[in-house]
């Protein structure tokens, strides 16, 4: 059974940086591809940015290019996002997710295990 636990998260305000943090507990973290994905309030849950198992790929949703950063460190058996430059639009529960594949992909649907979430609440 893959476990995942998310930290990190927290109230900041507008322009702010967190890092959130997800441990995986798996002895074979590195062939998983991991995911971060947020979902507000009232809204659907969206893709925020993921990792392939080797590190080498990392594509981002539009909205948060340039700001957000996804790595990972397979030897802790943890996924990274660093946020800078939050935005009040930013509030969300993010939640890291893994997949046994080598392949990257957006979709929440593609992913077989996912975290608790972790608040981010970003103050204007």
């Excluded at 973290?29 to 392939?52: C, D, N, P």
């Excluded at 939050?86 to 979709?107: G, N, Q």
């Amino acid at each position: 059974q893959v476990q995942l636990v998310e930290s990190g998260g927290g109230l900041v305000q507008a322009g702010g940086s967190l890092r959130l943090s997800c441990a995986v507990s798996t002895r074979t973290f590195s062939s998983y591809t991991m995911g971060w994905f947020r979902q507000a309030a009232g809204k659907e849950r969206e893709f925020v940015a993921a990792i392939h198992s080797s590190g080498t790929s990392t594509p981002y949703a539009d909205s948060v290019k340039g700001r957000f950063t996804i790595s990972r460190d397979n030897a802790k058996n943890t996924v990274y996002l660093q946020m800078n430059s939050l935005k009040p639009e930013d509030t969300a529960v993010y939640s890291c997710a893994a997949r046994l594949s080598a392949a990257i992909s957006s979709r929440a649907a593609g992913y077989a295990y996912w975290g608790q979430g972790t608040q981010v609440t970003v103050s204007s």
